[in-house]
């Protein structure tokens, strides 16, 4: 059974900096098209970030040079480095692990930017 477990969200103060982490089961990490989405309130769910199965990177133009998505093959985890947030970075985020048509999501943890 594939799990994703999505943690390190809270509340942060504009300019600040948080780390997100996805902890997968039932899958290894390396060999999926691992990403970072986001769903703020009222809005549709948007892709952030990514990573392919090759390690290259993506990123959406709203955080590009700001949040930075990494793999840990040992300990089977992504990351999504997150800096110089601001309000409109407040939203649940959520982890995908896509191989092929197989898609699986995390329950996401919330972001919460405010002062």
């Known amino acids: 059974q594939v799990q994703l477990v999505e943690s390190g969200g809270g509340l942060v103060q504009p300019g600040g900096s948080l780390k997100l982490s996805c902890a997968a089961t039932g899958i290894t990490v390396s060999l999926y098209r691992m990403g970072w989405y986001r769903q703020a309130p009222g809005k549709q769910r948007e892709a952030v970030a990514s990573?392919?199965?090759?390690?290259?990177?993506n990123y959406e133009d709203f955080v590009k040079g700001r949040f930075t998505i990494s793999r840990d093959n040992a300990k089977n985890t992504v990351y999504l480095q997150m800096n110089t947030l601001n309000a409109e970075d407040t939203a649940v985020y959520f982890c995908?692990?896509?191989?092929?048509?197989?898609?699986?999501w995390g329950k996401g943890t919330l972001v919460t930017v405010s002062s």
């Open positions: 990573i392919s199965s090759s390690g290259m990177t």
């Open positions: 995908n692990a896509q191989l092929y048509s197989l898609i699986n």
